[in-house]
C-alpha cells in the first residue's frame, strides 16, 4: 500500500477560502495527501479583494516549523506567501536543516484582484534565498518578470528563454513551470524546463470569473503529488489536469461577488 505523503504548506491566510493555506489543505486532501500547515501571514480578504495584510512573527514562524518538524516527517513542501524578509530568512534556514525531499515554491505576490501581498523589499531575499531551495518554482508570467528583474513578456515565444533565465538562478537539478494564463488568446500554454529538458502543457483557455487561488491550488497540487509520481513532469501533469477540472467545475459553488474560488472537491462531491 503507497504511503499516504504529508505535505506541508508553509502560506498566509485567506478567511474566503479560496486561496492560501485553507485552499492549499483541500487541495491536499483532494488529491490524496495529509496536509500540515504553518502560517505566515494573515490577510484580510475576500473573492473582491485584500483589505489588510498580517505578518506573522519571524520567531513564531521558526517556533510552528520546529515544532512540526521536530514531529512529523513531511515528505514535501509548498512555500506561498511570506510576510517579510525575516520570515523568508527563518524558512530558508529551516528546509537547509530539516531537507524535505521536495520544495515546492510559488512567488505568491500580488492577489488576483491585483492587491501587493509581497513588499518590494521581500523579492531580493526570496530571489537569493529561496529559489536554489527550490525543486520546482511556479511563477506566473508577471511574477516570473519581477524575479528575473526584467519587463513582462506577451509573447509565447519569450517564454523559454525567462525561463531559463530563472532556472539558472536555482542551480542543478531544479525545475521552472513558467504558467502563460496572462497571455491574450484561447490557448493558455504552460512551460516546464529542467536542466536539459523542457514541455509545453497547452491547455484552452476556460472562460470564467472564477479564478481565485489558482497559483496556490496548482503548486499545492504539485507538492502533494511529487512523492506519489515517478517524476516531475508527471507529476505537473497529473496537477494540471486536476487544476483545469476544478476550474471547469467551479460554476458548480457560489461563494462571493468576486473572483470565486476553483471547486477543489469537485471528484468527490459529484
Not at 531551495?133 to 509565447?156: F, H, Q, W
Amino acid at each position: 500500500m503507497q504511503k499516504i505523503p504529508n505535505v506541508l504548506t508553509i502560506a498566509g491566510v485567506d478567511p474566503s477560502g479560496g486561496a492560501g493555506v485553507l485552499a492549499d489543505i483541500k487541495t491536499m486532501s483532494a488529491l490524496g495527501g495529509y496536509g500540515c500547515a504553518v502560517i505566515a501571514a494573515l490577510t484580510a480578504q475576500n473573492t473582491q479583494g485584500v483589505t489588510g495584510v498580517l505578518g506573522v512573527d519571524a520567531e513564531f514562524v521558526k517556533a510552528q516549523l520546529d515544532t512540526l518538524f521536530a514531529d512529523v516527517g513531511i515528505d514535501s513542501v509548498k512555500i506561498g506567501m511570506l510576510s517579510d524578509v525575516k520570515v523568508i530568512e527563518v524558512v530558508a534556514d529551516a528546509i537547509k536543516r530539516y531537507r524535505p525531499r521536495y520544495v515546492v515554491l510559488d512567488p505568491v505576490m500580488v492577489a488576483k484582484s491585483g492587491d501587493r501581498l509581497l513588499p518590494e523589499s521581500s523579492v531580493d531575499a526570496l530571489r537569493s534565498l529561496l529559489l536554489p531551495l527550490a525543486t520546482i518554482l511556479t511563477p506566473n508570467l508577471p511574477e516570473a518578470a519581477v524575479l528575473a528583474g526584467e519587463d513582462e513578456i506577451t509573447d509565447r515565444s519569450q517564454m523559454l528563454p525567462l525561463a531559463k533565465k530563472l532556472l539558472s538562478m536555482m542551480g542543478d537539478h531544479h525545475w521552472m513551470l513558467l504558467k502563460g494564463g496572462h497571455l491574450v488568446g484561447d490557448a493558455v500554454p504552460d512551460l516546464l524546463v529542467g536542466e536539459n529538458e523542457s514541455y509545453f502543457f497547452e491547455g484552452a483557455r476556460i472562460v470564467t470569473n472564477n479564478t481565485h487561488g489558482t497559483g496556490c491550488t496548482l503548486s499545492s497540487a504539485i507538492a502533494t503529488l511529487l512523492p506519489q509520481t515517478e517524476s516531475v513532469p508527471q507529476a505537473v501533469e497529473r496537477a494540471k489536469s486536476y487544476i483545469s477540472e476544478a476550474i471547469r467545475r467551479s460554476s458548480d459553488l457560489n461563494v462571493g461577488h468576486g473572483h470565486g474560488p476553483v471547486h477543489h472537491f469537485y471528484a468527490l462531491w459529484d
